[in-house]
C-alpha cells in the first residue's frame, strides 16, 4: 500500500482537525476493501480510534494505517492519492490489480 505526499499532507491535516473535536482518541487511518461482482474494488477509507484484533498496521511518518486482514490482499498494491484539482478534487484509490478504482473523495 501506497500513499502520495500529497494525499499523506491532507491525511494530517484532517487528523489534526479530528484531535481537536475529540482530544480523547487517537486516530488513525483505516481501509477496508472488497470486489463486486465485476471485479471492481469497492473501498470504504476514514479515520477510526478503535482498532480490531485483525488489523495490519502500517506506520508512516505523522500517522498509521490499518488495513483489516480481509481487506489487505485487495489493498497490497494500491495508491491513496489525493487531488486538488478544478476537475479532480478529494482521495482516489488506484490499484492495478482491479478493472475498476473507486474514489470520489473516499476520507
Known amino acids: 500500500m501506497k500513499i502520495t505526499e500529497e494525499a499523506k499532507k491532507k491525511i494530517v491535516e484532517l487528523m489534526e482537525a479530528?484531535?481537536?473535536i475529540m482530544p480523547e482518541h487517537t486516530f488513525f487511518l483505516r481501509i477496508t476493501a472488497d470486489t463486486d461482482a465485476d471485479n471492481n474494488l469497492k473501498q470504504q477509507?476514514?479515520?477510526d480510534y478503535e482498532t480490531?484484533?485483525?488489523?495490519r498496521l502500517l506506520r508512516f511518518k505523522d500517522f498509521d494505517l490499518r488495513i483489516d486482514e480481509?481487506?489487505?490482499p485487495h489493498l497490497k498494491y494500491a495508491t491513496l492519492e489525493y487531488y486538488d484539482e478544478e476537475n479532480k478534487t478529494g482521495f482516489f484509490l488506484d490499484n492495478p490489480e482491479f478493472h475498476g478504482h473507486s474514489g470520489e473523495n473516499v476520507i
Open 18 to 20: 479530528n484531535k481537536k
Open 45 to 47: 477509507t476514514y479515520f
Open 52 to 55: 480490531r484484533p485483525n488489523d
Open 70 to 72: 480481509e481487506s489487505y
